[in-house]
């Protein structure tokens, strides 16, 4: 009976980490999407950054300091790859 619980517990946390992952993965491409809404065609180049670009670096960051406060380091690095698109 015991196992049975642990196993269950194992599941859900496997389906929170994988969830947490999906999510991290939908909110990069949510935030590029809304980042580059406009014009591409620059005639110079520009020296301030988009401001978009900036909050989503800001979200991943901060997201990323968060998972390794309460992530094992093998959980970690898993969700780490969310953000190598």
């Known amino acids: 009976m015991f ?5 269950a517990f194992r599941d859900i946390a496997v389906t929170a980490l994988r969830t947490l992952h999906v999510e991290f993965r939908f909110q990069i491409l949510r935030s ?4 580059f809404r406009g014009s591409f ?3 110079e ?3 301030v ?3 978009g670009v900036l909050e ?8 990323n300091q968060e998972c390794e406060k309460h992530l094992q380091a093998r959980e970690h690095r898993y969700n780490g790859t ?4």
């Open 45 to 47: 180049p520009s020296e």
């Open 41 to 43: 065609l620059y005639i």
């Open 82 to 85: 969310a953000f190598e698109l």
């Open 56 to 63: 989503l670096v800001a979200g991943l960051l901060e997201a």
């Open 3 to 7: 196992d049975g619980v642990v196993e």
């Open 32 to 35: 590029l999407g809304s980042s």
């Open 49 to 51: 950054p988009n401001e």
